[in-house]
C-alpha cells in the first residue's frame, strides 16, 4: 500500500512558505538584568527570592538563590519559569481539573504556582523568568519588577 502524506501543498504553495523566519533571543546579559531587578525589588521588600530565568525553550540563562531563600524553592523557580515559557503565560491560572493531571504528564515539570511569567518583547516570547520563596503574589511581584528592566510588556 502506498504511503500518503498527512497535508500537502500545491507546488507554488511550497514555494511561497519561508524556510526560516527571525527570531528574538534573550541574552546572557538580559538575564542578568532581569536577575539583578528581581533581586532589588526582593530587598527592597524583605522577602530573599530564588530567580530563574530561561529562554524561549525552557534552557536556563542565570539563576540566583538569594542568602536566607528556601532551598526548595530553587526548583520551583525553574518550574515556574519553564512553565511560563512553555505556556507563554504568567503560571497560576491553570484550572484546578486539570493542574495535576499537566503535573503527571510533565513528570512534574508543570506547575501552577504564581510566581512564572513569560517575557514578551514585541509580541514575542522570548523566555521566562522564574520567582519563588514568598507567597505567590510576593513572588510574581518580584517577576514583574524584573520584566521593566529590559521593557519586557507586563503581563
Known amino acids: 500500500m502506498p504511503s500518503r502524506p498527512v497535508a500537502s501543498l500545491p507546488s507554488q504553495e511550497i514555494d511561497s512558505v519561508p524556510d526560516t523566519v527571525p527570531h ?33 525553550g525552557g534552557h536556563m540563562l542565570a539563576f540566583v538563590r538569594m542568602d536566607g531563600a528556601k532551598f526548595l524553592s530553587t526548583t520551583s523557580a525553574l518550574n515556574k519559569a519553564r512553565t511560563a515559557a512553555s505556556t507563554r503565560q504568567p503560571t497560576g491560572g491553570a484550572h484546578a481539573e486539570i493542574e495535576v493531571k499537566l503535573a503527571i504528564a510533565t513528570d512534574g515539570g508543570f506547575t501552577n504556582l504564581k510566581g512564572g511569567l513569560p517575557v514578551i518583547v514585541d509580541g514575542h516570547c522570548v523566555g521566562a523568568i522564574g520567582v519563588g520563596s514568598g507567597t505567590g503574589d510576593q513572588d510574581a511581584e518580584v517577576g514583574r519588577a524584573a520584566l521593566s528592566a529590559i521593557d519586557a510588556e507586563a503581563v
Do not use: E, N, R, Y
Open 24 to 56: 528574538s533571543k534573550l541574552t546572557h546579559d538580559g538575564a542578568l538584568k532581569l536577575i539583578q531587578a528581581g533581586i532589588a525589588k526582593a530587598k527592597q521588600m524583605g522577602v530573599p527570592q530564588c530567580i530563574a530565568v530561561v529562554d524561549d
